[in-house]
């Protein structure tokens, strides 16, 4: 209840009771109350005239790192016997250092000026506005008023560094880079013997081959290495990375960081699809500026309720047939039609899944009802895992109490050879 109106009513019923029974102590007893009343009312400010400025040390930062916020609220008006500022912090930072909270008087035409540090998780956030309560030592009247400011913070995800990954799309561009293109010319990987071209270096002559003929002079040749097309698809959805109060769509998200980042540094173009509350894309591009556009729109995903995933559409002036897609999923059986489709359509895909089952069953009891139900669910991964492999689509199972770097050197830096039979 309003403190004004609690004591107004207190003084209404003193002043009802003594001139109803004639009492002249109960009409005594409100005089200092209607004396405070009217000294607080006397004291309170009419209007509220603040400014608040806020200023940060860097409006994008990685995970853990922290942020100093300056914040500076003047007062244009009247003198504020007592003003309580409160940063308004969304969910998912913490203050790190100081406080952001402020009680203080301010006179006509004062300001005051403080600092703290945030930190916190992965995100996008707006800092938006400084909350200023208003009083008088009384303590009567409150008045509150939002101060609008600017600021936003991304909290990037950290970005692990990989030494390849190897990809070979049977499609490549122009441009040189790293991804065997399967025709002869310049290059480091041995690719076939063809006839002596004026212009070709003495070195690359094969006399093995030339010994057997007495007229001609045979060359190797090597294989052209170029840059690819590379469609990153991030799996946002509920029902494949929620357990409960866990998530494992962080994990996804670092992988998907890593990825993109190596792939971009071996010059490929590298587009992202997010897949979760609602289908998101970052056009593909090249370069560092690219790799910030992805990590800017990796900072504000969230996992979400989706289409079904079999609807999953890959328009084909941005990623024609053949080129390379890497899919960052849990998975679960019913992603199978959809990536088998894909490949038929002649997509090369690679998939890194994060292993929701290990993930899960280390936030449980090892009772033994749950690990019967660990391993029916691992053989169930295990057959889709094996399903997969079979159309012939190149599958990392990452156990994600393992970092990532370790499961990247063992399953993806070398080239993988598909077996005869399987689609090209």
Partial sequence: ????????????????????????TIVALALPLILY????????????????????????VKTGDEVTVTLTVSNHGSALEEVLLEDQVPAGLEVADGSAHR???????????????????????????????VTEHLGLSRLEQ???T???????????RLRRVAIQPRRTRIFSGTIPARQGGSGVEFFGVREYQPGDSPRWINWRATARHTQDIFSNEFEQERAADVGLILDGRHRTNDFGDRSIFENSVLATAALADTFLNAGNRVGLLFYGRQITWTMPGYGKVQGERILHDLSRFEPGDSHNFSELYVPRHLFPSRSQLVL???????????????????????VVS???????????????PNLLARRVVQLQRAVLLRRLRGAGIHVVD????????KTAKRDLEQRLVLPRGILR
């Fill in 37 to 60: 009343l009217l000294a607080g009312l006397w004291r309170s400010p009419e209007k509220v005239q603040l400014q608040a400025e806020r200023s940060l040390s860097a409006e994008r």
């Fill in 354 to 368: 994060p292993d929701p089952v290990s993930f899960e069953a280390a936030g449980l009891a090892e009772t033994g």
């Fill in 103 to 133: 009680l203080l008087a301010l006179p006509a035409g004062g300001s005051v000026t403080w600092t703290y540090k945030l930190r916190g998780r992965r995100g996008y956030y707006g800092l938006r506005s400084v909350r200023a309560a």
């Fill in 146 to 148: 939002d101060l609008p």
């Fill in 150 to 160: 600017d600021g936003q913070l991304f909290i990037l995800p950290p970005v692990l």
């Fill in 1 to 24: 209840m309003n403190r004004t109106f609690f004591l107004a009513l207190l003084i209404f019923l003193l002043l009802f009771f003594g001139l109803a029974t004639l009492h002249p």
């Fill in 398 to 405: 990452w156990d994600t109490s393992q970092p990532f770097e």
């Fill in 328 to 350: 960052v999923s849990p998975l679960i059986s019913e992603d199978y039609d959809m990536l088998a489709t894909l490949r038929m359509n002649g997509y090369h895909l690679l």
